[in-house]
């Protein structure tokens, strides 16, 4: 397997370096850069081969740079070490597609676990954010349905899905089989033409609610 080569893009410098201490345990992995200014990280990616930028994420003037790098090296992953877990600042960071976000209070403890899946998976989202990001998805379905071609029980699964359940864990809670859970994930992304959980979070909230086409799902009643 080649090696993983990640970028450190934090203010705090000894912050960074307790960081990087933890990156060099986890092997096949290389930390190939630091930096304290986002014009130094994004100089750097315009020259060299990376897999993940973990950026210290503190304000939301930032978004622009997760955007821009996303824009310009769309096969970079980003992960995103912040304080925030307010709607807005959520929101801002699955529209700038970021792959992961873990709070800093849990840096030192989750951060391996939070590498591994994104280069896994795909995509990490911590538990508690997981939870704040499933809330604020059913805020929005309250009362509403999502926008076809969606089923009702599909509309659960991706709520469910959202909160980082398990297909079993979904399966226990709807009663169905894994299996069904399975066939229904893979239908909402055929449908959708999603790939990643970060896709099905950022559809969920931004496109699943309609305000023109309101009407109660008649399973919760």
Same mark, same amino acid.
């Given at each position: 397997?080649?090696?993983?080569?990640?970028?450190?893009?934090?203010?705090?410098?000894?912050?960074?370096?307790?960081?990087?201490?933890?990156?060099?345990?986890?092997?096949?992995?290389?930390?190939?850069?630091?930096?304290?200014?986002?014009?130094?990280?994004?100089?750097?990616?315009?020259?060299?081969?990376?897999?993940?930028?973990?950026?210290?994420?503190?304000?939301?003037?930032?978004?622009?740079?997760?955007? +821009?790098?996303?824009?310009?090296? &769309?096969?970079?992953?980003?992960?995103?070490? *912040?304080?925030? $877990?307010? /709607?807005?600042? #959520?929101?801002?960071?699955?529209?700038?597609?970021?792959?992961?976000?873990?709070?800093?209070?849990?840096?030192?403890?989750?951060?391996?676990?939070?590498?591994?899946?994104?280069?896994?998976?795909?995509?990490?989202?911590?538990?508690?954010?997981?939870?704040?990001?499933?809330?604020?998805?059913?805020?929005?379905?309250?009362?509403?349905?999502?926008?076809?071609?969606?089923?009702?029980?599909?509309?659960?699964?991706?709520?469910?899905?959202?909160?980082?359940?398990?297909?079993?864990?979904?399966? +226990?809670?709807?009663?169905?089989? &894994?299996?069904?859970?399975?066939?229904?994930? *893979?239908?909402? $992304?055929? /449908?959708?033409? #999603?790939?990643?959980?970060?896709?099905?979070?950022?559809?969920?909230?931004?496109?699943?609610?309609?305000?023109?086409?309101?009407?109660?799902?008649?399973?919760?009643?």
């Amino acid at each position: 397997m080649p090696t993983f080569r990640v970028v450190l893009a934090n203010h705090q410098t000894l912050f960074l370096q307790s960081i990087r201490k933890n990156l060099e345990k986890i092997p096949g992995m290389e930390v190939i850069g630091e930096f304290a200014s986002e014009p130094e990280l994004l100089k750097f990616l315009k020259k060299s081969r990376t897999d993940m930028v973990i950026l210290d994420f503190s304000n939301l003037q930032q978004i622009e740079t997760v955007k +821009e790098i996303k824009r310009l090296y &769309p096969g970079v992953k980003i992960l995103l070490l *912040a304080s925030g $877990k307010s /709607k807005e600042f #959520l929101l801002q960071v699955i529209l700038a597609k970021a792959d992961g976000y873990l709070l800093k209070e849990n840096a030192y403890s989750d951060l391996i676990t939070a590498i591994e899946k994104i280069r896994q998976k795909g995509s990490y989202f911590c538990d508690i954010i997981s939870r704040k990001m499933a809330d604020i998805i059913r805020e929005e379905m309250s009362g509403r349905i999502v926008r076809r071609p969606l089923t009702i029980k599909e509309i659960k699964v991706l709520a469910l899905r959202c909160e980082s359940k398990s297909c079993k864990e979904i399966a +226990e809670l709807l009663s169905i089989r &894994p299996s069904t859970v399975r066939n229904h994930v *893979a239908n909402i $992304k055929k /449908k959708l033409n #999603l790939k990643t959980q970060a896709d099905l979070i950022k559809y969920a909230i931004t496109k699943g609610i309609t305000d023109d086409e309101i009407s109660v799902i008649e399973d919760n009643h």
